[in-house]
């Protein structure tokens, strides 16, 4: 048995028999990430010696045999756009540089209660602006399964530390895609939860209307336990809802016969990768054969979800981004003149090249005499996106679709051409300007050997019907069973 | 839509940006072919449609104005790059 390949719940099974312990499973984890992250470059700060006091204390809970959940004693990573007490937080900015938030992100504080051990805090896009990780201030995250493609974005850290057997899962986010289309290039699991299913109090902020965090995972019923784990109400954010957080593990093998799935023909387009094609088209079989309805629906707006998202997204990013100022936390350019010019000399060094090209973009279409046009035509168009959904749930239960047009690219390919990397998007974005919940798992390979990742998109707060098509799929293939070779 | 260095210099002022000119030069052209995509927008009629985000949830935001657990001056000032008696310290603001 290799240690760091197991899921959460069979690590959980062999700690609960008392055959194994969280600082054995911990020191293995720790021991694999000194063997491997010098070529994946999954982490930006490992912290060995919390872990191991956490793992300590884990042990002694299951010891005494109280007040043990699903993930005591389990070693996760942690995306660097989590706030995390007394350990360096950077959100891969060098303005961040060196920042140590004096609190917990209510999901970080919700995963330490329920005893996990949090291995360190992993890359990412600077302020989890890109598709890739090659935005990071500090250096580009590897592909695990081919070290010269890139993990996805922006929770490529996350995906990579996964595929990399470094972590028994992590936890990431997600404002456009930056968890599925990760988890896709990875060949893991991938939830965005509902907006206001889980907490954002603490997740340094990007677009606060699309934000959410969630779980990265080995297998799906692992994804249902972490968010067991981090969803519900939180009065220290005003958008989190009051929903009852489900027990998300206990439908998972309740099959999917009956279920009606949408195929919306607007994501299946000509110039798609031939092998992504391919490989979905024979996961909706699976489906089908596994007793699902397959139902053709349209979502008609699908073509202008890139355009309101980079209109809607930039402009709160704009807003949210003025903090950065020199003053608070972070770092200050040494030689402004006055208050005025330290603030432009510290953003312009602090920030990189695509953070200062999407606060252009969303202050523009923010300005006077650009926002009709830009900005509120966006958020017009959102409710008409958001509209085509409400349309679709009335013949469909889940909508199944690609979660990324291509496999994993080539490090370098797209950095010249901010708008190629932006449809690297195209599939996932939409999901986030509705609002709903949405997954991906992996579906396969290329003959390259490239995971391709199948999206699955639900009902607000129906994030069980997604889990359990994940799960059906998953009984079937098999494919969440194969692990990068390093 | 084509911006013009210009424009491009006004939206950094007011982004509190200090762009160097290479910067400006190739955010002009980026940003043009940004906007020349997401004009594909105005193909829509959108008359009488209510922009969404606006008020998500809003209903929610209001609660007591009570004070909790709030960190110490020394913990909130920890991270400021400059800091003089507990205050943040910046650049001279008035003459």
Not at chain 1, 193 to 205: C, D, E, K, L, N
Not at chain 1, 424 to 446: K, Q, V
Not at chain 1, 450 to 477: H, W
Not at chain 2, 56 to 85: C, I
């Given at each position: 048995?290799?240690?760091?390949?197991?899921?959460?719940?069979?690590?959980?099974?062999?700690?609960?028999?008392?055959?194994?312990?969280?600082?054995?499973?911990?020191?293995?984890?720790?021991?694999?990430?000194?063997?491997?992250?010098?070529?994946?470059?999954?982490?930006?700060?490992?912290?060995?010696?919390?872990?191991?006091?956490?793992?300590?204390?884990?042990?002694?809970?299951?010891?005494?045999?109280?007040?043990?959940?699903?993930?005591?004693?389990?070693?996760?990573?942690?995306?660097?756009?989590?706030?995390?007490?007394?350990?360096?937080?950077?959100?891969?900015?060098?303005?961040?540089?060196?920042?140590?938030?004096?609190?917990?992100?209510?999901?970080?504080?919700?995963?330490?209660?329920?005893?996990?051990?949090?291995?360190?805090?992993?890359?990412?896009?600077?302020?989890?602006?890109?598709?890739?990780?090659?935005?990071?201030?500090?250096?580009?995250?590897?592909?695990?399964?081919?070290?010269?493609?890139?993990?996805?974005?922006?929770?490529?850290?996350?995906?990579?530390?996964?595929?990399?057997?470094?972590?028994?899962?992590?936890?990431?986010?997600?404002?456009?895609?930056?968890?599925?289309?990760?988890?896709?290039?990875?060949?893991?699991?991938?939830?965005?939860?509902?907006?206001?299913?889980?907490?954002?109090?603490?997740?340094?902020?990007?677009?606060?209307?699309?934000?959410?965090?969630?779980?990265?995972?080995?297998?799906?019923?692992?994804?249902?336990?972490?968010?067991?784990?981090?969803?519900?109400?939180?009065?220290?954010?005003?958008?989190?809802?009051?929903?009852?957080?489900?027990?998300?593990?206990?439908?998972?093998?309740?099959?999917?016969?009956?279920?009606?799935?949408g195929i919306p023909k607007e994501y299946f387009i000509e110039g798609m990768d031939s092998e992504v094609s391919?490989?979905?088209?024979?996961?909706?079989?699976?489906?089908?054969?596994?007793?699902?309805?397959?139902?053709?629906?349209?979502?008609?707006?699908?073509?202008?979800?890139?355009?309101?998202?980079?209109?809607?997204?930039?402009?709160?990013?704009?807003?949210?981004?003025?903090?950065?100022?020199?003053?608070?936390?972070?770092?200050?350019?040494?030689?402004?003149?006055?208050?005025?010019?330290?603030?432009?000399?510290?953003?312009?060094?602090?920030?990189?090249?695509?953070?200062?090209?999407?606060?252009?973009?969303?202050?523009?279409?923010?300005?006077?005499?650009?926002?009709?046009?830009?900005?509120?035509?966006?958020?017009?168009?959102?409710?008409?996106?958001?509209?085509?959904?409400?349309?679709?749930?009335?013949?469909?239960?889940?909508?199944?679709?690609?979660?990324?047009?291509?496999?994993?690219?080539?490090?370098?390919?797209?950095?010249?051409?901010?708008?190629?990397?932006?449809?690297?998007?195209?599939?996932?974005?939409?999901?986030?300007?509705?609002?709903?919940?949405?997954?991906?798992?992996?579906?396969?390979?290329?003959?390259?050997?490239?995971?391709?990742?199948?999206?699955?998109?639900?009902?607000?707060?129906?994030?069980?019907?997604?889990?359990?098509?994940?799960?059906?799929?998953?009984?079937?293939?098999?494919?969440?069973?194969?692990?990068?070779?390093? | 839509?084509?911006?013009?260095?210009?424009?491009?210099?006004?939206?950094?002022?007011?982004?509190?940006?200090?762009?160097?000119?290479?910067?400006?030069?190739?955010?002009?052209?980026?940003?043009?072919?940004?906007?020349?995509?997401?004009?594909?927008?105005?193909?829509?009629?959108?008359?009488?449609?209510?922009?969404?985000?606006?008020?998500?949830?809003?209903?929610?935001?209001?609660?007591?104005?009570?004070?909790?657990?709030?960190?110490?001056?020394?913990?909130?000032?920890?991270?400021?790059?400059?800091?003089?008696?507990?205050?943040?310290?910046?650049?001279?603001?008035?003459?």
């Amino acid at each position: 048995m290799n240690i760091t390949e197991l899921a959460i719940h069979e690590t959980a099974e062999l700690l609960a028999k008392k055959e194994l312990t969280s600082v054995q499973v911990t020191e293995a984890y720790l021991k694999r990430i000194g063997a491997v992250d010098g070529r994946v470059n999954a982490f930006i700060t490992v912290t060995p010696d919390e872990a191991i006091a956490a793992a300590k204390e884990a042990d002694e809970r299951i010891r005494r045999g109280a007040d043990v959940t699903p993930i005591t004693g389990v070693p996760l990573s942690v995306k660097d756009i989590f706030c995390t007490r007394g350990v360096q937080t950077t959100c891969a900015s060098r303005i961040l540089k060196g920042f140590v938030p004096p609190f917990d992100a209510t999901v970080i504080r919700r995963l330490k209660h329920a005893g996990a051990v949090i291995l360190g805090k992993t890359n990412m896009d600077e302020f989890a602006m890109g598709s890739s990780t090659e935005n990071s201030a500090f250096f580009t995250t590897k592909n695990p399964w081919a070290l010269d493609r890139v993990p996805g974005g922006s929770s490529g850290g996350s995906a990579a530390s996964v595929a990399a057997s470094e972590c028994a899962a992590s936890l990431g986010t997600d404002t456009g895609g930056s968890i599925r289309q990760p988890a896709s290039c990875c060949g893991v699991m991938g939830l965005k939860p509902t907006y206001g299913r889980v907490s954002r109090y603490g997740m340094i902020a990007f677009a606060s209307s699309l934000d959410q965090a969630g779980p990265m995972t080995k297998d799906v019923r692992d994804a249902a336990i972490m968010l067991g784990a981090i969803a519900g109400r939180d009065p220290l954010d005003s958008t989190s809802a009051d929903a009852p957080v489900p027990d998300y593990t206990a439908g998972l093998d309740g099959g999917i016969k009956g279920m009606r799935i949408g195929i919306p023909k607007e994501y299946f387009i000509e110039g798609m990768d031939s092998e992504v094609s391919a490989a979905v088209t024979a996961a909706l079989e699976v489906l089908k054969d596994a007793g699902a309805t397959l139902v053709p629906i349209s979502l008609p707006h699908t073509a202008y979800a890139v355009s309101v998202y980079y209109l809607v997204a930039t402009a709160e990013a704009s807003s949210n981004l003025a903090r950065y100022d020199g003053v608070k936390y972070g770092m200050r350019a040494a030689d402004g003149a006055n208050l005025i010019d330290m603030y432009k000399k510290t953003r312009d060094a602090g920030f990189g090249a695509e953070v200062k090209r999407r606060i252009m973009l969303g202050t523009y279409s923010l300005s006077a005499g650009y926002y009709d046009a830009y900005y509120k035509k966006a958020s017009q168009v959102r409710s008409l996106i958001t509209r085509d959904f409400d349309e679709a749930w009335k013949s469909c239960d889940v909508i199944a679709t690609p979660t990324a047009p291509t496999p994993a690219f080539k490090i370098g390919e797209k950095v010249s051409d901010p708008l190629t990397m932006y449809l690297s998007d195209i599939f996932t974005i939409s999901c986030n300007l509705a609002g709903i919940p949405g997954i991906s798992a992996p579906c396969g390979f290329t003959s390259g050997g490239l995971p391709v990742g199948l999206q699955i998109l639900g009902k607000p707060f129906d994030e069980a019907a997604l889990l359990r098509a994940a799960s059906a799929y998953e009984r079937e293939t098999g494919w969440h069973k194969k692990r990068a070779s390093l | 839509m084509t911006l013009a260095k210009k424009d491009v210099s006004r939206v950094a002022e007011l982004a509190r940006l200090a762009l160097t000119d290479e910067e400006a030069e190739q955010y002009t052209g980026q940003l043009t072919r940004i906007l020349g995509y997401v004009e594909k927008l105005s193909e829509l009629d959108t008359a009488g449609v209510e922009p969404a985000g606006a008020a998500l949830n809003a209903q929610r935001a209001l609660r007591e104005d009570k004070t909790h657990d709030p960190v110490s001056n020394e913990e909130a000032v920890r991270n400021a790059p400059s800091v003089e008696r507990g205050c943040f310290k910046v650049p001279q603001v008035i003459e």
